[in-house]
């Protein structure tokens, strides 16, 4: 039998003042992401983060572009700290060991199964603010990183903390084209699963894009609450997908 378990970090942080301060806290975050794992005594198979994002400074094709309202999929974290110790952010001061470092998972093929495109493709939905001209896609790739700008609580200062998070992967990861996707909390969930499992996770994310690199104040700012449920939306569709894989495979 397959348990699937599915946690809001939102509902973790609940008991916390509903304020940038403390919902987008990478510490407050980090704080409670251990009670995911310590919740029940089933071994875990397959750790999904799920959530919108920013497109990072590469996108499928390995370009700048927009791809707003598609959905990335990948295997591998980058973190960068955005507010260290030279800049501290009060409200945020998470650290760990591996910041500006391209990190591994360790989650089976079997994942990949149905996330092609094609007819996963006409379940996604457009965005109301920027959508992508070319229409809305599934691009997966085992290769694929989700860059994290991690201790950034004031949403003002994600197009430049964004930059710099994107920049820093460009320094550590010369050549590497695949920084596609750009967020606040993948990286978290990697690294609370990779306390648990001490080691490369069983580790896969999915991020629903809703703005282009370092547009997040143009590409969702107009229209916060309508721009990221269509990108949810879509994460949602293909989060289902690997759900039914892992229902396939262990029954």
Same mark, same amino acid.
């Given at each position: 039998?397959?348990?699937?378990?599915?946690?809001?970090?939102?509902?973790?942080?609940? *008991?916390?003042?509903?304020?940038?301060?403390?919902?987008?806290?990478?510490?407050?975050?980090?704080?409670?992401?251990?009670?995911?794992?310590?919740?029940?005594?089933?071994?875990?198979?397959?750790?999904?983060?799920?959530?919108?994002?920013?497109?990072?400074?590469?996108?499928?094709?390995?370009?700048?572009?927009?791809?707003?309202?598609?959905?990335?999929?990948?295997?591998?974290?980058?973190?960068?700290?955005?507010? #260290?110790?030279?800049?501290?952010? #009060?409200?945020?001061?998470?650290?760990?060991?591996?910041?500006?470092?391209?990190?591994?998972?360790?989650?089976?093929?079997?994942?990949? *199964?149905?996330?092609?495109?094609?007819?996963?493709?006409?379940?996604?939905?457009?965005?109301?603010?920027?959508?992508?001209?070319?229409?809305?896609?599934?691009?997966?790739?085992?290769?694929?990183?989700?860059?994290?700008?991690?201790?950034?609580?004031?949403?003002?200062?994600?197009?430049? *903390?964004?930059?710099?998070?994107?920049?820093? %992967?460009?320094?550590?990861?010369?050549?590497?084209?695949?920084?596609?996707?750009?967020?606040?909390?993948?990286?978290?969930?990697?690294? =609370?699963?990779?306390?648990? %499992?001490?080691?490369?996770?069983?580790?896969? %994310?999915?991020?629903?894009?809703?703005?282009? %690199?370092?547009?997040?104040?143009?590409?969702?700012?107009? *229209?916060?609450? =309508?721009?990221?449920?269509?990108?949810?939306?879509?994460?949602?569709?293909?989060?289902?997908?690997?759900?039914?894989?892992?229902? =396939?495979?262990?029954?």
């Amino acid at each position: 039998m397959t348990q699937v378990e599915i946690w809001c970090i939102s509902d973790l942080l609940s *008991k916390f003042p509903n304020t940038p301060a403390y919902q987008s806290s990478s510490q407050r975050k980090m704080g409670v992401l251990a009670d995911g794992f310590s919740y029940d005594a089933l071994p875990i198979s397959l750790v999904v983060a799920v959530g919108t994002a920013s497109s990072g400074p590469f996108c499928p094709p390995h370009k700048q572009e927009n791809i707003n309202g598609s959905v990335l999929i990948g295997t591998k974290i980058f973190m960068h700290d955005g507010h #260290p110790d030279s800049a501290p952010n #009060p409200d945020s001061q998470w650290r760990c060991s591996y910041f500006d470092q391209l990190m591994n998972s360790s989650v089976a093929d079997s994942v990949w *199964k149905g996330l092609g495109g094609g007819t996963l493709e006409t379940a996604l939905m457009c965005p109301p603010t920027y959508p992508a001209m070319n229409g809305q896609h599934i691009y997966g790739n085992g290769c694929f990183v989700a860059i994290g700008d991690i201790n950034v609580t004031d949403y003002a200062e994600y197009s430049v *903390k964004d930059y710099e998070a994107g920049a820093s %992967f460009i320094t550590q990861c010369p050549g590497n084209p695949n920084g596609v996707s750009l967020e606040t909390t993948h990286g978290l969930i990697y690294a =609370a699963a990779r306390e648990y %499992f001490g080691g490369d996770p069983p580790f896969i %994310f999915v991020s629903g894009i809703v703005d282009q %690199f370092t547009m997040f104040n143009i590409d969702v700012g107009s *229209k916060v609450y =309508a721009q990221n449920v269509s990108g949810a939306q879509n994460a949602g569709v293909v989060v289902a997908q690997i759900v039914g894989n892992q229902l =396939a495979t262990h029954g």
